[in-house]
């Protein structure tokens, strides 16, 4: 199996270099960015399993590349930023991202962080094991083989793979109610300062993808508690 290629769009030199040196020894493959157009011919040219952005990258913010980025590919995203704030770390979910890390932190953590969203990608992530192949509710399609969503009309619905793993454990158990905290454990959510709200903010993205027309997503609040997926689910 070709080793992963992760692509290092970070703004200072010496960190980029003992990232590369930490990824290149735990058995990665790295590409550099310095710019955006670095970064957008790298993803262009290469199969790119996982990309670090710093949100000081040159050129268009790093906030907005994570935005243009998200929309073209749904290749996994952990940005990186100095002196970030929880409003930051939530607008970084919000846009895309699947993990937020804050300046300074160890290449260790970035490494566990790393090998955690290409578990996610790869569908082996922490959500119970299944032998169902697909689920349908109101109209939806969920194909877990092909790591699939499509809506009533047939059209595939991307996805990243946080959100399709929250849909898969919050599908799993219809019309009960499940804790956010073992939402965070079941769906892989990482132990963060920031994994507490990111799994409000991944609810709220899967809740706009999940909308079809005037019909809201089927996802409850329950407040101080948690979250309840409301369809009634077929599985198969």
């Known amino acids: 199996?070709?080793?992963?290629?992760?692509l290092l769009a970070e703004g200072q030199p010496d960190l980029r270099a003992l990232l590369r040196e930490t990824l290149e020894d735990s058995g990665f493959r790295?590409?550099?960015?310095?710019?955006?157009?670095?970064?957008?011919?790298?993803?262009?040219?290469?199969?790119?399993?996982?990309?670090?952005?710093?949100t000081a990258m040159r050129g268009p913010q790093?906030?907005?590349?994570?935005?243009a980025l998200r929309e073209r590919s749904n290749v996994p995203i952990i940005l990186v930023g100095t002196n970030s704030t929880e409003?930051?770390?939530?607008?970084?979910?919000?846009?895309?991202?699947?993990?937020?890390?804050?300046?300074?932190?160890?290449?260790?953590?970035?490494?566990?962080?790393?090998r955690a969203v290409l578990r996610r990608g790869r569908g082996d992530a922490q959500v119970p094991?299944?032998?169902?192949?697909?689920?349908?509710?109101?109209?939806w399609h969920i194909s877990f083989t092909r790591r699939e969503l499509r809506d009533p009309a047939g059209e595939s619905v991307a996805l990243t793979g946080a959100e399709f793993d929250l849909l898969t454990?919050?599908?799993?158990?219809?019309?009960?109610?499940?804790?956010?905290?073992r939402l965070m454990e079941m769906s892989g959510s990482r132990g963060?300062?920031?994994?507490?709200r990111s799994v409000d903010v991944l609810i709220s993205r899967l809740r706009r993808k999940l909308a079809h027309g005037k019909i809201a997503a089927p996802i409850v609040t329950v407040r101080g508690v948690g979250y309840m997926f409301s369809a009634a689910v077929e599985h198969a």
Request: glycine share 4%; hydrophobic share 45%.
């Open 30 to 54: 790295t590409l550099n960015a310095m710019s955006a157009d670095d970064l957008w011919q790298a993803v262009d040219d290469v199969d790119v399993s996982a990309v670090v952005l710093d």
């Open 129 to 139: 094991v299944r032998r169902r192949q697909e689920a349908r509710f109101d109209g």
């Open 169 to 181: 454990v919050l599908s799993d158990q219809p019309q009960r109610i499940i804790a956010r905290e």
């Open 87 to 114: 409003v930051d770390r939530v607008v970084g979910l919000e846009l895309g991202a699947d993990d937020f890390l804050s300046k300074p932190y160890s290449t260790r953590e970035l490494l566990a962080r790393l």
């Open 192 to 196: 963060t300062e920031s994994s507490d």
């Open 62 to 67: 790093g906030m907005d590349l994570c935005r």
């Open 1 to 6: 199996m070709a080793a992963p290629v992760v």
